[in-house]
């Protein structure tokens, strides 16, 4: 199992970006799914999670600007970025809890991380 997060880069303050999370490989369920970030020199945070029901849940500093949407059939998850602003620079990275057979626990698997820099 591989998640694969996407879409990070370069933007200016004020600007949107969207990420993208795809997990990949033979899964049984996909429960919820995450996106969290690490500033240089801080600790990593939640930004957002999504149950397999939709739900979600925001971190405060994010609340209203940023939106934790889902695609269950293709299995990805997606954050869309507005609003940007210069402290939301890190590397975003994103999760998902599932299960890998029908009797297996669930396990927590992480993507390998993607760069948002919001500068002038």
């Known amino acids: 199992v591989q998640l694969q997060a996407s879409g990070g880069g370069l933007v200016q303050p004020g600007g949107s970006l969207r990420l993208s999370c795809a997990v990949s490989?033979?899964?049984?369920?996909?429960?919820?799914m995450g996106w969290y970030r690490q500033a240089p020199g801080k600790q990593r945070e939640l930004v957002a999670t999504?149950?397999?029901?939709?739900?979600?849940t925001y971190g405060d500093s994010v609340k209203g600007r940023f939106t934790i949407s889902r695609d269950n059939p293709d299995n990805r998850a997606y954050l869309q970025m507005n609003s940007l602003k210069s402290e939301d620079t890190a590397v975003y990275f994103c999760?998902?809890?599932?299960?890998?057979?029908?009797?297996?626990?669930?396990?927590?698997?992480w993507g390998q991380g993607t760069l948002v820099t919001v500068s002038s």
């Open positions: 999760d998902a809890d599932l299960q890998r057979h029908r009797f297996a626990a669930t396990s927590t698997y």
């Open positions: 490989g033979r899964i049984f369920r996909l429960n919820s």
């Open positions: 999504i149950s397999r029901d939709e739900r979600t």
